[in-house]
């Protein structure tokens, strides 16, 4: 985990480097891997790495434009697995302690700029009754998705959540949900492996004809080569739940919407 500091001059005095470096010197166990600034006016921004995922000796902050211009950048991670996964509590889970979802139930990618981005969707999320008891919401008061299954249709406000996104937003990670571990643990998939788990997750791979499916898998593949994917193991116990998040959330700190 890295960290940030800032500065702004309600007399409109300039920040200077050393205003900066005074900030920065008591964080400096933070930041092992480097540190970066920005100025302009009576604004200062700054930033300490450390590189605590293979995917962060990539990232450098604070982010400037072509001319120089400070950007405020956030990222989205992918929840995916299987019917059950528990990929929705996750992300409600992770709404509640601070970030925004951008999907649920389906995950669409585009590229924009060469850059794959998770798109916005559905402004409703799907839970059963464990999940929404565990967010303190009473199943009763919400409407069934299906007559023939326990899940409930909510919005992130019925499940005390922040509001949905509504840009594409830059794909930093793919996490792969699957239950029955006794603690959380993240292991990270490559190649064929990688490929092979999430082929059939795919939406409606089984169901467009060999050719575009053909397509999928190979849009897919390209995809696997720009974002890293990893295993995400879970406890059953829905009690376990903030360790969980505390898992995603210490390796990507600048990370702030997530699509499941």
């Known amino acids: ?19 900066l470096e005074v900030m920065r010197r008591p964080m400096a166990q ?25 995917e962060a000796v990539h990232e450098s902050q604070p982010q400037r434009s072509a001319d120089g211009r400070l950007m405020l950048v956030a990222t989205a991670v992918g929840l995916l697995g299987h019917s059950g996964a528990g990929k929705s509590t996750l992300a409600v889970a992770l709404a ?3 970030c925004r979802v951008l999907a649920d139930d389906v995950l669409a990618v585009t590229w924009l700029d060469g ?4 798109c916005p969707g559905c402004a409703r999320t799907r839970l059963g009754p464990d999940s929404l008891g565990v967010f303190g919401v009473d199943p009763g008061r919400l409407d069934w998705v299906y007559s023939f299954e326990e899940k409930r249709c909510a919005t992130l406000p019925d499940v005390g959540a922040t509001a949905l996104s509504s840009t594409p937003t830059p794909l930093k990670a793919l996490y792969l949900l699957s239950g029955g571990a006794e603690r959380p643990a993240v292991s990270s998939l490559t190649g064929t492996p990688a490929l092979r ?7 409606g791979s089984t169901a467009i004809g ?10 897919a593949a390209s995809l696997l080569n720009e974002v890293p994917i990893s295993t995400l193991r879970r406890p059953d116990d829905l009690g376990r739940l903030a360790a969980l998040c505390d898992l995603i959330l210490a ?6 919407e997530v699509g499941s």
């Open 197 to 203: 788990e999430v082929a059939p997750l795919l939406y």
């Open 1 to 19: 985990m890295g960290a940030i500091h800032g500065l702004f001059r309600f007399d409109d005095a300039p920040v200077s480097d050393a205003d």
């Open 115 to 118: 850059v794959p981005h998770a």
């Open 96 to 98: 509640r302690r601070g």
């Open 30 to 54: 933070r930041g092992p891997a480097g540190h970066a600034a920005w100025r302009e006016g009576s604004l200062g921004l700054g930033s300490l790495l450390r590189h605590n995922t293979p």
């Open 210 to 219: 060999r050719e575009r499916a053909a397509k999928c898998v190979l849009r």
């Open 251 to 256: 390796a990507h700190r600048g990370a702030a």
